[in-house]
T-cell receptor, first 112, second 114 residues
Framework: DTGVSQNPRHKITKRGQNVTFRCDPI?????LYWYRQTLGQGPEFLTY????????KSRLLSDRFSAERPKGSFSTLEIQRTEQGDSAMYLC??????????FGPGTRLTVL | AQKVTQAQTEISVVEKEDVTLDCVYE???????LFWYKQPPSGELVFLIR??????QNEISGRYSWNFQKSTSSFNFTITASQVVDSAVYFC???????????FGKGTRLHILP
């Protein structure tokens, strides 16, 4: 399978715990994006990378959120001290610059 | 700032009818890309099309067609002879070349009734 993959697919955690999600993009894609989607809403942009460089971080992203793409391949999104409002689907996408963008299946986070 | 508006929150049509989903965008850039995605009940976003701002030619792919009009900043999507399997949420999105960030509209939920 050469598509975008995300792990885990589901995560249930207690409020205050830290969680980390992983995204493996399509191998030759230099752009990687993170989005958050809540029920009935469109994907909200969180951050994106060109290779290992983080180009922009949305104001939606509090200091509790951090993302990395250390070698320009896979990326991780960490949420520290989770809150119930963090419950959402976290989506990852990859593309070549100005190319078609493909999404992974998402990680559904539930914070109890 | 870039913005995408999908004014139709929800649409229901009977199977085999044609249906058009509207998308209006705002951008200050002259070079940009427009996208459509389908999100079926399974939840995964499925890429349908990407369009360059310099190419206003309409596109047809099977029962799907797209009408891009720069004069009205619209990129509408038509499904001809709709089928129940077309039931999904459809998202329009915009990416400006200067930063390549992809911004989505709120989506249109389409119900195809048998």
């Amino acid at each position: 399978d050469t598509g975008v993959s995300q792990n885990p697919r589901h995560k249930i955690t207690k409020r205050g715990q830290n969680v980390t999600f992983r995204c493996d993009p399509i191998s030759e894609h230099n752009r990687l994006y993170w989005y958050r989607q809540t029920l009935g809403q469109g994907p909200e942009f969180l951050t994106y990378f060109q290779n290992e460089a983080q180009l922009e971080k949305s104001r939606l992203l509090s200091d509790r959120f951090s993302a990395e793409r250390p070698k320009g391949s896979f990326s991780t999104l960490e949420i520290q001290r989770t809150e119930q409002g963090d419950s959402a689907m976290y989506l990852c996408a990859s593309r070549l610059a100005s190319g078609d963008a493909f999404f992974g299946p998402g990680t559904r986070l539930t914070v109890l | 700032a870039q913005k995408v508006t999908q004014a139709q929150t929800e649409i229901s049509v009977v199977e085999k009818e044609d249906v058009t989903l509207d998308c209006v965008y705002e951008t200050r850039d002259t070079t940009y890309y427009l996208f459509w995605y389908k999100q079926p009940p399974s939840g995964e976003l499925v890429f349908l099309i990407r369009r360059n701002s310099f190419d206003e030619q309409n596109e047809i792919s099977g029962r799907y067609s797209w009408n891009f009009q720069k004069s009205t900043s619209s990129f509408n999507f038509t499904i001809t002879a709709s089928q129940v399997v077309d039931s999904a949420v459809y998202f329009c999105a915009l990416s400006e070349v200067r930063d390549d960030k992809i911004i989505f509209g709120k989506g249109t939920r389409l119900h195809i009734l048998p």
